[in-house]
């Protein structure tokens, strides 16, 4: 099985600022990896799939990159609604396994 | 515009059983592999299961392979788990969520596995 690791676990940062949060595969999975977002009590949200392609309808401060092991996700400008946990997710193989989650908080 | 409205959850018993529905709406539900993800009480996400557009093949996370079954009905637009011999560790929200590329989730389902 492939295991999906993501760091930081938790990340504070300020409204305007830019931050990345990485995803890293046990072994390659080419571009095979979707990020998502949850807030407290929803539902996850999907923001971009194929490493690097947007979902429709969500903003473009949100990019993706990455292929192989190493992935990035990275939201520029923070804002209030942008604090949630952040999610990896790799589907090359079975079990298509998450990332533990990054918690991005308010500093 | 994409919906998935999951149905089924509760409260049951250790070693029980439950069928989890899910009704899609807003998109050809019969082109698209669907999958079933969990989260327990304050924790991530976990895959659960998957099932491509015409039911043909399905994968099953090993934590629940044996007990769960997943399939759908694509004259309904409805995807479906059947869980039994539930144990306390089954107790999570269950979300449907369609392929990665497509993207869309549910609101979720509590399933409470408990005596």
């Known amino acids: 099985d492939i295991q999906m690791t993501q760091s930081p676990s938790s990340l504070s940062a300020s409204v305007g600022d830019r931050v990345t949060i990485t995803c890293r595969a046990s072994?390659?999975?080419?571009?095979?990896l979707a990020w998502f977002q949850q807030k407290p009590g929803k539902a996850p949200k999907s923001l971009i799939y194929?490493?690097?392609s947007l979902q429709s309808g969500v903003p473009s401060k949100f990019s993706g990159s990455g292929s192989g092991t190493d992935f990035t996700l990275t939201i520029s400008s923070l804002q209030p609604e942008d604090f949630a946990t952040y999610y990896c997710?790799?589907?090359?193989?079975?079990?298509?396994?998450f990332g533990q989650g990054t918690k991005l908080e308010i500093k | 515009q994409v919906q998935l409205v999951e149905s089924g959850g509760g409260v049951v018993q250790p070693g029980g059983s439950l069928r989890l529905s899910c009704a899609a709406s807003?998109?050809?539900?019969?082109?698209?592999?669907m999958h079933w993800v969990r989260q327990a009480p304050g924790k991530g996400l976990e895959w659960v299961a998957f099932?491509?557009?015409?039911?043909?093949?399905?994968y099953y996370a090993d934590s629940v392979k044996g007990r769960f079954t997943i399939s759908r009905d694509n004259s309904k637009n409805t995807l479906y788990l059947q869980m039994n011999s539930l144990r306390a560790e089954d107790t999570a929200v269950y979300y449907c969520?369609?392929?990665?590329?497509?993207?869309?989730w549910g609101q979720g389902t509590l399933v409470t596995v408990s005596s």
């Open positions: 969520a369609m392929a990665a590329a497509a993207g869309g």
């Open positions: 807003g998109f050809t539900f019969s082109s698209y592999g």
């Open positions: 099932i491509r557009y015409d039911g043909s093949n399905k």
């Open positions: 072994q390659g999975i080419s571009n095979y």
């Open positions: 194929a490493a690097s």
């Open positions: 997710q790799q589907y090359n193989s079975y079990p298509h396994s």
